[in-house]
Each structure stands twice: as C-alpha cells, then as structure tokens.
C-alpha cells in the first residue's frame, strides 16, 4: 500500500509571537520551527498501516527551503522518501494554493491513500486536506479515530471511524485511493531515533516547483486580541469567598 | 443575500444553527436558510421561525445519513441557482468535512472559523488563538462561524413563520463514494456538551482521579455538566467525549467553572464564549484569569466543598 502524509512545518507553539510591521504576518526570521503537531498523528498512523499491511510512506511538504528540517524529522521517523513543494510564498498562502501545491506533487506518485492532520496550528483553515480530496479526485473522510484497510485484491477499501460532536461517532466506507484527516491523539507517537536520523540522510527528497496560485483571501490585519474582560477576584477565606461567587453568580450574572 | 446551511442530527436542530442565523441577520441584507436531509419537515419549520426572506428544503431518501458527497451534491446546484453573495455555516466537525468539497465545487474560497463579520471581510483566529486576523476575501464566498462567536437568542423572530419550499434537486445516490453507518455513542454517558447550559470543567489542579467526583458533586449542584481540559482525558480520568478545547468540543455555556485549569490557549479556544466564566486556581497568574469573570486563587480543594456547601445550604 502506497500511503502519502502532508506535513506542514509551523512555528513552535512555545515561540514568542511577534507581528511584522505591515501586521501581515509574524516577524518570523528568528522563530523556531517545528513538525505541525496534527500532522505528527498522521504520520504515526502512516506508519503504522505501513507495519501492518507493507507498502510505501511518502511524506510531501509544501513550504520554503527551511521545512527540509520537519521533513528530515519525518523520514527519522520512518517515511521512505519525501515530496517537497518548495516556494518561500507557501509559508504564508492560503487553502487553495497549498492544495494545488500538493495536488501537484502527490498525482503523480499514484497513491492508495492519502493521510493530513486536521488543521496546522498557524493559520488554522482545516481545509486543506478536503480540497485537496477533490483536486485528487478521491473520496475523503475528516477526523479520524481509526483506520481499517481491506488489503484484499481487488476490494481496495477503508473503513475509518469518524468522531462527530457532542460524544458520537459513525463508521464509514470508502473506496480507495481515499483522503483521511487524522484526529490528533489517535495514536501513541514515536520519536527518532539515532539509527533514523541517519538513514534519513539517504532518502531522497524530491524537490517540486509550484506554479503560482492567486490567493484568494488575504490577511488585511494580524494582531493580539483585546483582553476583553475585567476579572473580578473574589478574595477572603474559602467559606467566604464560596459565599460571595454564589451571590454574584445569583443576582449579578443570573447564572444559577 | 446570505444563504445559511442549517445543521441538524436525529431530528434535532444544532443550535449552532441559530447563532449561525443571527450573524446573518446582523450582517444586513436578505437572509435565506437551506435545509438538507430526509424528512427534515420540522426542522424547516423551526428554523422558519426567524425572520428570513424564504426557507428553501432539500429533501431526498439519499441524505438521511450524512455525507460529504451527498451534502456536495444537494447544496452545490442550489448555491448555483440561489446565487447568494455569501454562505454562512456554523464552524462544526460536519461543517469541517463538507464544506471546503463544496466550496471547490462552486469556485468560491471559503473563510474558516469566523468570529465576526467586519464590512466585505471577517475576524478569525491564528496561531491557536493567539493573534487574532481580518482577513479580506473575493467575490462571492462561503463562511464559517466558531460557536459561541453569535448568541443562538439574538436571533430576529418573524412577524409570522417564513415562506418554506422544497427545491427540486436530485441526488444522484450512485455519485454518493462514502458509505455511512449510522452514528453511535460510545459511552453510555456521552453528553453533548454544546448543548449544556452549565459546565464545570477539571484541569490538571485536580490531582487525581479519586478526586473528580469532587467536581462532579460541584456540577451537581449547579445544575451542570462535567468537562475537562486535555490531559484529564487522555489520562483516561473522564472519557474523552467530555473534553473541551481545540480538539475536543467548543461550547458557549451560560456558566462555565474551570477548576485547577491553567488556561492553554487550546483549551481556551474551546469555551472563551461562554457568557459567564469563574476560574478557580491555586496560581494568580494563570492565564485563565484572563478571561474570567469571576476568579478565586485558592486551593480548590477547599473552595470547592464551601462552594457545594453554600449552593446545598
């Protein structure tokens, strides 16, 4: 089985936050970066079905020279070899670009599935995985608990769990090739380890030029949101602080 | 004009639905709202309360389970033929699964998880909610909207129910490639937490397991459910269909009680709309204070026995 995973690299979620003076984007020259963690749980589950059933884990990046670095952490981990989209305007593009970027480099690699995390944790659009389903031409199926994969020939299939709102959840089948969003916290992640690391420096990275897409929403202002409250703190001992909240949230925020 | 996609499950209405309509009507123009599904006659009728130019119903065998192709398929001719200058749908997981599919089918970009609507563009969040974006679009497009972002009783009732009919579009069942199951729940408790009208949520603070039920006797109490922040389930202390935050539920409670939670912005996401927000905290600079209305910085352990104590008095 022939299994492709999208990775994004973003900054770290520990990375101090600064806005560039056009407030168009971060000032993001001297950030560090790091693996989009939700893709970190599509991956492992690539790499699992590839334990499983054999095959293939191609692991496709769209983004500036620097996302070599999560993609190196990538085949550390265990992907084959990579695809690589390179443009500097993919760091900042929107849904649509990044999936014509991909679509680019996964059709041709004529996969069985295709595997995404469920949104990056920059610009947060939770689109990309979709559009990029239709831009393949394959079924797709969002935030997945479980992968079950019918190897059997002919009967290329899934069958994958899906967690809807409010505690419910729903099987669903679909034919394969197929596009999956993975949930983040499906699985149990591995790390790298030191025999990985080198034998990622043997995989090859084919490098893609994207042809250039028009966006089609842009980012007009990026800033920190307004503190939009005043706490109130209710001091004193427990017993009397416990009193005062039940009177407030009784009579003042009518609460209770 | 706007058209809104109303959500629905088991013959229920989402009520996200509704604050999905009020961002609508406070965007000003025409407002009209398309139902999709198999036997979805109250739900048109609900939703028809509100005052919007014209209900349009989809109705077809094929869509009585959920799929993103059939949903596709029904909704792309009708934004086709309806036109409108923009789609608004409530930020939900189903929202999430179609919504981009249909988008790419009718050539419009789609702005996610929306906050406001600022003249021709929106308000989203980035960077996990960190930084906040207006973000500009062309043409007409199709929006989506974080729960909690409108208030569900800001909607504008009609002088008199709206004018409802059925569209007249064909599923095309064979063009339908996933195969759906009906949904189950998997624990015997699962609650929808979106619908709850008060939550009291854990975080790390409370310590142990032996210690959620002190929680639990607090929600009690108040009327409310019992939620947690995410490493209270992925300890496996409550069942995950209890989380809120980024992956987990977003919920907009009238009272949300956050207890010995620091206050991730992962977690914030998930319950910042909630009208009212007590936060209770051994640590005074926990982020969560931020938010909050009321605050106590004190050991929950003695806070919330005085607090289930003077609510049982």
Excluded at chain 1, 157 to 165: H, Q
Excluded at chain 2, 258 to 273: D, P, T, W
């Amino acid at each position: 089985m022939k299994i492709a995973v999208c990775i994004k690299q973003v900054v770290t979620r520990e990375w101090q936050l600064r806005v560039n003076e056009q407030k168009t984007w971060i000032r993001d020259h001297d950030a560090s970066f790091e693996l989009n963690e939700p893709d970190a749980y599509a991956l492992e589950e690539a790499l699992r079905l590839k334990e499983k059933h054999g095959g293939e884990v191609i692991v496709c990046s769209a983004g500036p020279a620097r996302a070599t670095q999560v993609i190196r952490e990538a085949l550390a981990r265990g992907a084959d070899r990579a695809v690589h989209v390179e443009s500097d305007a993919l760091a900042t593009a929107d849904a649509n670009a990044v999936a014509d970027a991909l679509a680019g480099a996964i059709q041709p690699e004529q996969v069985d599935l295709v595997l995404t995390g469920l949104q990056s944790d920059d610009q947060g659009f939770g689109q990309v995985g979709v559009l990029l389903a239709g831009r393949l031409g394959m079924p797709h199926a969002t935030i997945i608990m479980e992968v079950q994969v019918d190897a059997a020939p002919g009967q290329g299939a899934v069958r994958v769990k899906r967690e809807l709102e409010g505690g419910w959840f729903q099987w669903v089948g679909l034919p394969m090739p197929a596009l999956l969003t993975i949930q983040s916290g499906i699985n149990q992640l591995r790390y790298a380890t030191l025999k990985g690391i080198m034998a990622a420096k043997k995989k090859e990275i084919r490098k893609v030029v994207p042809a250039a897409a028009p966006a089609a929403q842009r980012i007009a202002s990026l800033y920190f949101p307004e503190k939009g409250k005043k706490t109130q703190m209710l001091a004193g001992a427990p017993a009397e602080a416990a009193k005062e909240l039940i009177t407030r949230l009784r009579e003042e925020a009518r609460a209770l | 004009m706007i058209l809104v996609i109303a959500e629905h499950r088991d013959g229920a209405l989402n009520r996200a639905t509704l604050e999905t309509v009020a961002a609508a009507q406070q965007s000003g123009g025409s407002v009209k709202i398309a139902v999709v599904g198999s036997g979805v006659g109250d739900i048109a009728r609900q939703v028809a309360a509100a005052a919007v130019a014209e209900v349009i119903v989809i109705d077809d065998p094929a869509l009585r389970l959920y799929t993103a192709d059939g949903f596709v398929l029904a909704l792309a001719p009708l934004v086709e033929a309806e036109k409108p200058d923009r789609v608004f749908l409530p930020h939900t997981y189903q929202t999430r699964d179609f919504a981009p599919a249909l988008a790419a089918r009718v050539g419009r970009p789609l702005v996610t998880d929306c906050v406001a609507v600022k003249g021709a563009g929106y308000v989203r969040p980035m960077f996990q909610g960190k930084l906040q974006a207006e973000v500009s679009v062309d043409g007409p497009h199709i929006a989506t909207f974080q729960i909690g972002a409108y208030r569900a009783d800001q909607v504008t009732a009609g002088p008199a129910p709206a004018a409802t009919r059925t569209a007249s579009i064909a599923i095309d069942a064979s063009k339908i490639r996933q195969r759906p199951e009906p949904p189950f729940k998997e624990a015997k408790q699962a609650v929808d937490l979106s619908q709850a009208e008060r939550i009291v949520a854990v975080g790390r603070g409370i310590k142990g397991q032996e210690h959620v039920q002190l929680a639990q006797q607090l929600a009690q109490a108040m009327g409310a459910e019992l939620a947690a922040s995410r490493p209270i389930c992925d300890a496996g202390w409550l069942p995950m269909d209890r989380q809120i935050g980024s992956s987990g539920q977003t919920v907009a409670p009238k009272l949300y009680v956050a207890l010995g939670i620091s206050g991730a912005i992962q977690h914030l996401v998930g319950m910042k709309g909630s009208r009212t927000i007590v936060a209770i905290n051994k640590d005074p600079e926990a982020p969560i204070f931020e938010i909050a209305d009321y605050g106590i910085a004190g050991d929950l352990f003695e806070v919330v026995p005085a607090l289930i104590a003077e609510l049982t008095k």
